[in-house]
């Protein structure tokens, strides 16, 4: 029987300063930010925007990118021209604009051969009584155009409850838009693509900042339909597990651990956020970020 060694990678992230940014990377997780408007960590990317650099073992220094694509085998040799997703915490002090992404095929043929996005959402913090945009009310394609055009964004805008612990499941296609006051965990495919419907009017640079209005008309599903996940929770040795979703692209799972636990990490590889507590692996100290 063959044997394999495992690798723990570590990695620097990569901070993103936003017009919605906020301080709470610094202050709740403890990350040296770049100022008080940073709105996301790419703790794990390797995306030419953001390519993490590694912090341990013997391929210290080298980035993301480089380790997939020179060392295949420590992804077990998964098919794929480049490393397929990018997980980021998101800080919203103020509201992301309402926006979409496309899907693979329109991506790759509009954005120079890039990967469109599928992403979800885990819900590390949020105010009482939150509530995210996830999709919109016109029933038909016409009337989206119609209610977008004409600027009709409180017939438009769908919005959902939220509370912490939550997930959601955003496909190519959904209106969404993360509220202020929320703090996030996104696993997402390797894409940076965003179309943004509408923002509020907001100024940058005393500018308005660009729009994807007609990008965003072409990609939008209508009508809204929610996504497909297939959520169950269960105790096993160690931990309480929480499955959220599985799909082409990836598989989320929350693992609340109290005690000794042994992951699986079957034949591929597994990325890791640690987003309370502290602990070990292995005898490496993990902790919160």
């Not at 993490?52 to 060392?71: F, K, P, R, V």
């Not at 599928?118 to 945009?133: G, H, N, Q, S």
């Not at 202020?180 to 495919?189: A, K, V």
């Not at 308005?208 to 297939?230: G, T």
Request: aromatic residues 12%.
């Amino acid at each position: 029987m063959k044997t394999y060694e495992t690798n723990y990678f570590f990695y620097y992230p990569v901070f993103k300063q936003m017009i919605w940014g906020g301080d709470r990377l610094a202050t709740d997780f403890g990350y040296d930010i770049p100022g008080d408007n940073t709105g996301e960590c790419w703790g794990i990317s390797a995306h030419t925007s953001g390519d993490d650099s590694i912090a341990n073992d013997c391929y210290a220094g080298m980035t993301l990118s480089q380790l997939w694509d020179e060392h295949p085998e420590l992804f077990g040799n998964i098919e794929g021209d480049r490393f397929p997703l990018l997980i980021k915490i998101i800080d919203a002090k103020d509201n992301l604009s309402i926006q979409v992404h496309p899907y693979d095929e329109y991506a790759a043929k509009n954005e120079n051969g890039s990967l469109g996005k599928t992403e979800c959402w885990y819900i590390i913090d949020c105010p009482d009584d939150a509530k995210l945009v996830v999709g919109h009310n016109a029933k038909t394609h016409e009337e989206l155009s119609d209610m977008i055009h004409e600027g009709r964004w409180d017939e438009f805008i769908r919005y959902v409850p939220i509370k912490k612990g939550d997930f959601i499941q955003i496909d190519p296609g959904t209106v969404h838009a993360i509220t202020s006051g929320c703090m996030i965990l996104e696993t997402q495919q390797n894409s940076d693509i965003t179309y943004r419907v509408y923002d509020y009017d907001r100024l940058q640079n005393g500018k308005p900042r660009q729009l994807h209005v007609e990008q965003s008309i072409d990609v939008i599903e209508a009508p809204f339909k929610p996504a497909d996940i297939d959520t169950f929770t269960e105790e096993i040795p160690g931990a309480v597990h929480t499955h959220f979703v599985t799909c082409k692209f990836y598989s989320v799972d929350k693992y609340d651990i109290d005690g000794v636990f042994t992951l699986d990490a079957k034949k591929y590889y597994t990325n890791v956020s640690v987003i309370a507590g502290e602990g070990t692996v292995n005898g490496i100290p993990v902790k919160k970020g």
